[in-house]
RNA sequence: GCGCGGUUAGCUCAGUUGGUAGAGCAUCCCCUUGACGUGGGGAGGGCCAGGGGUUCGAGUCCCUUACCGCGCACCA
């Protein structure tokens, strides 16, 4: 017997080594993989963004994955598990932005586009390789032979393809309208990047003509030359649609429009308001509905304009309160509120209040027609009109996309019926450029009329197609989300049509947490939809998120941070693995101590120690003889147990199957069939005694197959040292009846 | 406001089509010089959130209430 069994198990001591032998092993990438594997199994790994480190969540995902792919590797399916990171263009710019400024005090801007970029991607590179080393830690079975990364030349040619198609078929247009405005990041935001966040602030209501209106924005009311009413409000019938009146207003009289609109609630405040359709979503499709002036009141900076007359220049919340000052002083003030309750939108990475602009931006048209050259989507035939919310219903509603759990079906289809427009500008430098030149309009005079129009280049542009003047490419860079949208297919070649897209798309499962179900799952499926004609994905498996043992999320702030790699270093990757999987049901949030943790590297040790035991014991055991009645009816009730093993993983309860296995070989096997082999070995008969041992060895080795997915290493290193064991553990067949 | 989860042992959670309530950890007692103290055996501990209904039978199905958590929308 090896010596090192005389030893506990040592997971610091195997780990590494162990990983080195699989990835010398070759059998990450399907292509090395032995035998004749006609079907194909295909994940893509999230890939993590290049802001840091991992974290739990990430351990908790990679695990998932990894006991997923293991398992169907196992029962010989070629198998690809794409590993990758993702530039996170808005995350990790600021989060460079923000170290910069405090290091030396700096902003982007003082370093200029090029010396900056050149910073992040210094810092992405460092955040890369150590994201790559921790998530070799976790015994992640990615074919590192494909990694690609979301901004690398391979899937910028992707991005800008993806780009030029879609505007090619008008769902990608240029266009002024409101959208969300972060004046800290300055930046656009798409509606997913918002968090709302609840506020009490006082409510105001202002006498406006024969009207009294409220509000709790008074500095946007500059413009505000509408009045809006509900058609079918009595009390204010004498007023007509269009009616126009003369009004006392903040800066002196203006001229006023009556408008009746149904979007008016009569019960809310008196049932009258103004409209800013510069700075509110709301009032904006007002605006548009009745073809109304639109006017800026604020700037990109959160300043008040000119328009604001005295108190042009001012920051919003000082503006405020001096023109409820100034309402009061002139008789217009009619009552404040204090406690008005509402949510205030806010941006996710900055924290700054959202001030809703009209630009010229970039959108995603999700309700424009289409007709679709290609699709496997069930329901919609290859060139038939469509549109993109369609094609994203239909992707799960047909069931060639399922999601685990189901609930999370009809929250997809609830998030697709108030989709709007997808804003898809950016006005950061990290990230994929809009692939857009313009015309600059060279002296000489040789410009046409067309060379107003965007030229759209897959290929950097050098001159203009009209003209062969210069062009210059649009400063602005793509939400994130625009290139992971592409992510199942642009890591397999796409758009080439390579063998690896043939093989391996649609993926077969796509395994994420719930908080991304709408920034990265739909976009997924709109993307794919479009660009391949199929889903990206046949499954969605949406896993909680890992949270303190108290259940509140881990934050810096709270300083309930785990570390993945401290647990690695002091329990083990497979401990960690186990304690991230037992008792975290699909789309539930998992409470996790080192308690717990610590008590699955005990289990790693008895498996360690039930190998001692049967080394010790079946040294000339030998698969040719019977088996006796009561050994062969014990094969028979483990065989039951791999497959109630099977099942749950196939059901994705891979919490319960991590629990059977740990039942199993603890409490059936280690328990009971391994103390009463003490008195078969020392009392039965010659027959009995070889029918235990070979009933001992084969045991052990079917516990070792069946727990290697949960917990590789540990069983990778047991394997090695059991004789007869040729390949690695990693590739045996998975045991069944 | 609309919607979705959750509420089961002290704690964290299972409980698959309705058929005598389970696991881990924790607690207590006992055992053990040969696989392992990172052990073994055992015990205590549950009106399955409250109420109502369907059923021969409900933790499980239906209605309802309460509390906790979350998503979406948004009222100027």
Known sequence: MPEKFLKPYSPQDVEAGIYKKWEEGGYFNPDNLPGDRPESFSIVLPPPNVTGTLHLGHAAMLAVEDIIVRFERMRGKKTLWLPGTDHAAIATQSKVEKEIQKTEGKNRHDLGREVFLKRVEEFAQESHDTIVNQVR????????????????????????????????????????????????????????????????????????????????????????????????????????????????????????????????????????????????????????????????????????????????????????????????????????????????????????????????????????????????????????????????????????????????????????????????SRQIWFGHRVPVWYCTYPEGGKSTPMCANPIISIENASECPYCHGTVEQDPDTLDTWFSSGLWTFSTLGWPDDTLDLKTFHPTALLETGYDILFFWVARMILMSGFLVGDVPFKNVYLHGLVRDEKGRKMSKSLGNIIDPLDMISKYGADAVRLSLIIGAAPGNDLKLSENRIRGYKNFANKVWNITRFVLENTQDATDDVPFTEGDAAIQQEACGAFDAVTANIEKYRLDLAADQVYQFIWHRFADEILEESKTILKTGTPEEVASRKRLLTNTLKDSLKLLHPFMPFVTEEIWSSLPNTENLLMIEPWPSK
Request: hydrophobic share 35%.
């Open 137 to 424: 830690c976790m015994g992640a079975s990615v074919d590192w032979s494909r990694e690609a990364y979301t901004l690398d030349i391979k899937r910028r040619h992707a991005v800008n393809t993806a780009f030029k198609r879609m505007y090619d078929a008008g769902l990608i247009y240029q266009g002024e309208r409101i959208v969300n405005w972060d004046p800290k990041g300055q930046t656009t935001i798409s509606d997913d990047e918002i968090v709302y966040v609840e506020e009490k602030s006082k409510f105001y209501y202002f006498k406006y003509g024969p009207f009294t209106i409220g509000t709790s924005r008074p500095e946007t009311k500059f413009g505000d030359k509408y009045v809006v009413m509900h058609p079918d409000d009595t009390r204010y019938e004498l007023f007509k649609h269009g009616d126009q009146l003369e009004v006392e207003w903040i800066n002196g009289p203006i001229t006023a429009t009556v408008i009746k609109d149904a979007v008016i609630d009569k019960d809310f405040g008196t049932g009258v308001m103004t409209i800013t359709p510069w700075h509110s979503a709301v009032d904006w499709e007002i605006a548009q509905r009745h073809d109304l002036n639109k006017e800026q009141v604020i700037d990109k900076y959160g300043k008040m304009l000119p328009i604001a007359g005295e108190f042009a220049g001012m920051k919003i919340a000082e503006a405020r309160e001096k023109i409820v000052a100034k309402m009061a002083e002139k008789g217009l003030l009619v009552k404040v509120e204090d406690n008005y309750v509402h949510n205030i939108a806010t941006a996710e990475r900055t924290g700054a209040t959202i001030e809703p602009q009209i630009m010229k931006q970039w959108f995603v048209a999700v309700n424009k027609e289409f007709i679709i050259p290609h699709s496997n989507i069930p329901g919609i035939e290859s060139g038939s009109t469509t549109t993109l919310k369609e094609v994203m219903r239909r992707s799960v509603d047909s069931g060639a996309t399922k999601i685990v759990p189901d609930r999370f079906e009809r929250i997809y289809y609830h998030w697709i019926d108030n989709l709007r427009d997808w804003c898809i």
